[in-house]
């Protein structure tokens, strides 16, 4: 991405637009798994292209690497936003959740980055990959901003400390221990879906599920989601006690804005019985199979609205966790009707 002149020129060339464009959707997807929220994440690369577009032109053509300088901004953008987060969570009502992302197949397309006439294209903005699965996101949250930051972009975008220093503003021996510490946190969360997001070692890619072992996964997962439903769906609360650990927990997020448990639901006897309580008080709920995050899961609607997406995670032939979003600020990227 060098911004030196051609042949024959006295002075730079002037940094192509295309150039920047196409860093749009590495800085998006950097910035969600950072934020855990795709609004906030496509405000921070709105305000990063916008101080890109507020220096001269002498200073973007000193700019040795675009992209380089682009990843910095963002991730310091990135950094601040995750200090005053905690902040405004200590004021949230009840528990807050990582915003819930569909299939690429159903996103509805929001603002278009930098000014754009249309809104982008789904595949544009966030790979589903194991880096995205809510428990990975959740466990991101116990962080602090500094070890979040050096974590995600080492260990599941590869920066070295050195380019990582630049952004957090330690010593790359501190970045280290930063992204060491936070190795730890992931290490100690339990469950699968936590571990396989993130390599085995710091020098080898991110690990997922590939192949005929993981499409049996991913279609036994699909299958536990869909005998959950259905169970949902005949409030037979003995068939639900049946498919959730008695340990699991449920936790939703309603912001305030709509009715949610404020707190987590323990045990999965608790948890069945809330689900009913639910279905009994929204006869009109549909439900559907949909994929949330890249895992199987479920969304709620009702007169064609969605009101819920729920994300799991299945450990065997149980259900041990549920993050159930209801806040409408976060379901903005969800179809509002049955797609199919």
């Not at 880096?131 to 996101?137: E, T």
């Not at 050096?150 to 501190?174: C, K, M, N, Q, W």
């Not at 806040?327 to 797609?339: F, H, M």
Request: net charge neutral; charged share 20%; aromatic share 6%.
């Amino acid at each position: 991405m060098s911004t030196t002149s051609g042949p024959g020129h006295g002075r730079p060339r002037p940094v192509a637009g295309e150039v920047l464009d196409g860093e749009r959707r590495h800085l998006v997807n950097l910035s969600y798994r950072l934020l855990g929220s795709l609004t906030e994440a496509e405000d921070a690369v709105q305000e990063t292209y916008a101080r890109w577009y507020a220096m001269s032109r002498q200073r973007q053509e000193a700019v040795e690497s675009p992209g380089a300088w682009l990843t910095t901004v963002a991730g310091r953008i990135c950094l601040d936003q995750l200090g005053s987060a905690r902040v405004r969570r200590e004021r949230y009502v009840g528990e807050w959740i990582p915003e819930p992302l569909p299939d690429r197949a159903e996103w509805i397309g929001g603002p278009a980055g930098g000014g754009g006439a249309e809104p982008p294209d789904p595949a544009d903005r966030v790979t589903l990959d194991e880096s995205v699965n809510m428990a990975f996101l959740v466990v991101l949250e116990t962080m602090t901003p500094a070890e979040r930051v050096a974590f995600v972009l080492h260990d599941v975008f590869r920066y070295s400390f050195a380019e990582i220093s630049a952004i957090v503003g330690r010593t790359p021996a501190a970045c280290r221990q930063l992204a060491s510490s936070g190795r730890r946190r992931v290490r100690a969360a339990q469950g699968p879906a936590v571990s396989q997001a993130v390599p085995a070692a710091p020098a080898a890619p991110a690990v997922g599920q590939t192949g005929q072992t993981g499409q049996a996964a991913r279609a036994g997962q699909a299958g536990l989601v869909r005998h959950f439903k259905e169970a949902w769906e005949a409030r037979d609360i003995r068939a639900l006690v049946g498919l959730l650990d008695p340990e699991a927990t449920m936790i939703a997020d309603g912001g305030g804005l709509v009715g949610a448990a404020l707190r987590p639901v323990q045990g999965g006897e608790r948890i069945a019985q809330y689900l009913i309580h639910i279905a009994e008080k929204a006869p009109g709920l549909t439900l559907l199979e949909r994929s949330v995050n890249g895992r199987p899961g479920l969304v709620a609607q009702h007169t064609g609205v969605t009101v819920t997406v729920a994300a799991f995670e299945l450990t065997g032939d149980r259900v041990t966790r549920i993050w159930a979003v209801r806040n409408p600020e976060k379901l903005r990227a969800w179809p509002g009707t049955d797609q199919g």
